[in-house]
């Protein structure tokens, strides 16, 4: 059997995801010079596999800020633990240097000041580029994109997902599994399945009907003369995440027996290699990989986590490859006799800057664009402040989203849903369309306006906050915290649930909020069918014309206990 220490040695050396270290805060010219493609791009080949994997784009394919989360709470036995680790203390634990082009793409630390060094991140042409340039040096490398890829853009809203459809093919992708992609539809998913020139996995989907697989569970690739499984994992929680109306024709979840036989089935077929690409989250595969067995790699996604290195349970390793196009992670593997004997890693970051663009990539995105153009383009106002989305209970686009609730929609309180996509603006930027609708693009976006008790409001939080803090990870079936204006809570994150929240008041006055009173509250993203109301994102840009420039105060509205 091999051992946790032969693996070890296998990747020494081998996962940190800058080749150099010890960058300063230089301007954005000396960052340039000081980082090149080469060195970004620069692996020792190794073993006889190459898995090269990507995820949670949410339709980004132009170059983008993304600040990452400031606040990732673990609790249980993630507590501590990657990915739940961040700013100063991610940058001690995988010994990375303050102020480098690591701690700029994976941390939030200094997140404007750096990004004036180090320039955006993402593009899919210069995605392309590295997809090539791996491809180059390993022809049978394997493409497998792990889902979100369909959604989160303006462009992806009006063409019904089909620019990233077009886009995902010509990058090659030779595999996927799936999440966001479903609420476009059961008949819009299954007319560009029909249409795709690779597999569309999902072990788990099962119709709900017959109650039986509904989709390929899994793709045998044969390469170099090895047989690789690559079994997909769709996100479990769809009918509760998501609007369960949108595809009832098909039910999800975990069902780890059915993983269990899937994983069976193609060792039973003689495969060298089994890959599980997930949509799970990261907390969920790390349960669901020591509980299963069998699985030589996970490619983990959904959480949007980014980690530097590889995260080992058991014999299987968990590569996360973070979110909206910042990475791509390149996986070398030594497989011999029907077994994992080493791996290779790297995290390669996409400074957008630093590599080149493919030019037929960038093409076919500046076409799939350009009917839309003058729309996306169009200056809505501009910003004062840092604008993002991710961490566990609020971020400051959703407190501006928030503040256009109320206003607009004339609400003592307001809610926004805790979904982790959404890109950032830095300070001084202007604000587009397409930004307004890279942070609120769906198909169920309506605003509504409604009459709510103190008691639902709480109990509205604390099933929230189960999702996120319970510490059964299966149980942790949503996104992050909602983000609520208007409203002032406490939340202790180590009680069990009904016993989180407490000290709810309205923000404006202090006052206590009665469990037996009635409050207007508006928001959006209802998973509720027939849900009325304007556009979330045409709320947002009529708030925004009005004030013509945001500037906004830090929220302190959440006290948190309990970490």
Excluded at 12 to 31: E, P
Excluded at 150 to 173: E, P, R
Excluded at 175 to 204: C, Q, Y
Excluded at 538 to 561: C, M, Q, R, W, Y
Aim: glycine share 10%; net charge negative; with cysteine.
């Amino acid at each position: 059997m091999i051992t946790r220490r032969e693996f070890l040695q296998a990747a020494v050396s081998a996962s940190a995801i800058v080749g150099v270290s010890g960058f300063g805060n230089w301007s954005k010219l000396a960052a340039q010079q000081a980082l090149t493609q080469d060195q970004l791009l620069q692996f020792d080949n190794f073993g006889n596999v190459t898995l090269i994997h990507i995820t949670d784009i949410h339709a980004q394919a132009k170059p983008i800020w993304f600040r990452e989360p400031e606040i990732n709470l673990g609790v249980g036995a993630a507590k501590g633990q990657a990915p739940h680790v961040t700013g100063k203390d991610f940058l001690t634990m995988f010994n990375l240097t303050p102020s480098s082009p690591e701690a700029y793409a994976l941390t939030h630390e200094d997140f404007t000041a750096l990004g004036k060094a180090y320039g955006k991140m993402g593009g899919l042409d210069r995605v392309a580029t590295v997809v090539k340039a791996i491809r180059a040096a390993r022809p049978q490398a394997i493409l497998l994109d792990g889902g979100d890829t369909w959604h989160g853009s303006m462009t992806s809203f009006l063409t019904k997902g089909q620019d990233m459809v077009n886009i995902m093919n010509a990058l090659g992708t030779e595999a996927m599994t799936s999440h966001w992609e479903w609420t476009l539809g059961t008949e819009r998913v299954k007319e560009i399945v029909d249409a795709l020139p690779f597999p569309f996995l999902g072990a788990n989907i099962f119709d709900v009907e017959w109650d039986e697989p509904a989709f390929e569970p899994y793709k045998i690739f044969e390469k170099g003369g090895l047989r690789i499984a690559v079994i997909g994992q769709a996100f479990p929680y769809m009918p509760i995440a998501n609007p369960k109306w949108m595809f009832p024709e098909y039910s999800f979840g975990i069902r780890e027996e059915r993983m269990q036989e899937v994983v069976d089935e193609v060792r039973a077929e003689g495969v060298d290699l089994v890959v599980c690409l997930s949509h799970n989250g990261f907390d969920v595969d790390k349960k669901m990989v020591s509980r299963v067995k069998g699985i030589d790699v996970i490619l983990t996604g959904h959480t949007h986590d980014a980690i530097p290195e590889p995260v080992l349970v058991g014999e299987t390793i968990l590569i996360a490859s973070g979110s909206n196009g910042k990475f791509v992670s390149r996986v070398d593997l030594d497989v011999r006799d029907g077994r994992m004997m080493g791996f290779r890693h790297k995290l390669i970051p996409i400074f957008s800057d630093v590599i080149t663009p493919d030019q037929s990539m960038a093409a076919l995105i500046d076409a799939e664009r350009a009917p839309y153009k003058d729309q996306l383009e169009e200056v809505i106002g501009t910003t004062e402040s840092l604008l993002y989305r991710r961490g566990n209970f609020n971020g400051t686009w959703d407190d501006l989203i928030c503040n256009a609730i109320r206003s607009e929609r004339d609400a003592q309180i307001a809610m926004s849903p805790g979904v982790r996509w959404g890109t950032s603006l830095m300070p001084g930027d202007a604000i587009t369309r397409e930004d307004i609708h890279n942070v609120t693009s769906m198909t169920y976006g309506a605003c509504y306006r409604t009459e709510m008790t103190g008691e639902t409001i709480k109990t509205i939080l604390e099933d929230v906050a189960d999702n996120l803090f319970n510490t059964d990870p299966y149980y942790q079936q949503g996104g992050d915290m909602v983000r609520v204006g208007g409203l002032a809570y406490a939340i202790d994150i180590a009680k069990p649930i009904g016993e989180r929240i407490s000290a709810l008041a309205l923000a404006d006055t202090g006052e206590a909020l009665d469990a037996a009173k009635s409050y207007t509250v508006a928001g959006w993203a209802s998973v509720n069918e027939g849900t009325e109301g304007p556009q979330i994102w045409d709320v947002l840009e009529a708030h925004i014309k009005k004030i013509g420039t945001v500037k906004l105060e830090p929220n302190t509205s959440v006290t948190v206990t309990g970490i």
